[in-house]
């Protein structure tokens, strides 16, 4: 197994407008997408239409368990045609992210990923928390600076819902960095 990466995320944006209210005009957002890197080189290909899902991660947290990391700008991630979740495996002081081959092989960058018949990242678990924790702070200067609701792609309905980047990042994220990276 490789060596654990370091995980860092970078960050898109555009302005974009909503449906119109009566009552206060345009409802305007700055739109937000998240790419994923691993000692320097993105997770998936070049050209691919995938968002990385940054809300799912902070809403599953560092335990184990099925998560689509990847999703189509809509938020589903049958658009891609990605049928089966990523595995995210906990093991002592690592994290590991495990795809399978079959779905994933045209959407992850192969020099990142040890290729089998799954398709593995390993990351230290406390560089993950770091690495969120560093997302959701840089997230909440940018809604601050910018004077807008900030929405992370996939969106998945979420501007219409009038969620902002403290509902639906901030709010998951706390209850599960409260929970230190551990051996467990």
């Known amino acids: 197994m490789k060596a654990a990466a370091d995980l860092k995320f970078t960050f898109k ?3 974009q407008s909503l449906e119109y209210d ?4 345009p409802l305007t957002y700055l739109g937000v997408s ?3 890197w691993a000692n320097g080189r993105p997770l998936i290909r070049e ?3 995938a968002h990385f899902d940054l809300a799912a991660l902070l809403s599953h947290g560092l335990r184990g368990g099925q998560i689509h990391l990847y999703n189509c700008s809509c938020g589903v991630p049958y658009c891609l ?3 089966e979740p990523a595995h995210q495996i906990v093991q002592g002081e690592n994290l590991y992210w495990r795809f399978s081959a079959d779905h994933y092989q045209n959407l992850l960058n192969p020099e990142v990923f040890e290729n089998s018949s799954f398709l593995t990242l390993s990351l230290r678990k406390e560089q993950v928390h770091y690495a969120l924790t560093q997302a959701v702070q840089y997230l909440e200067e940018l809604e601050n600076s910018a004077g ?3 929405v992370v792609q996939p969106d998945k309905g979420w501007p219409n819902q009038g969620l902002s980047v403290e509902q639906v990042l901030r709010q998951a994220w706390r209850k599960h960095s409260k929970q230190k990276p551990s051996a467990t």
């Open 13 to 15: 944006q555009e302005q």
């Open 22 to 25: 009566p009552k206060k005009g």
């Open 34 to 36: 998240v790419q994923a």
């Open 47 to 49: 050209g691919t239409n």
């Open 81 to 83: 045609q990605v049928q």
């Open 148 to 150: 807008l609701r900030v």
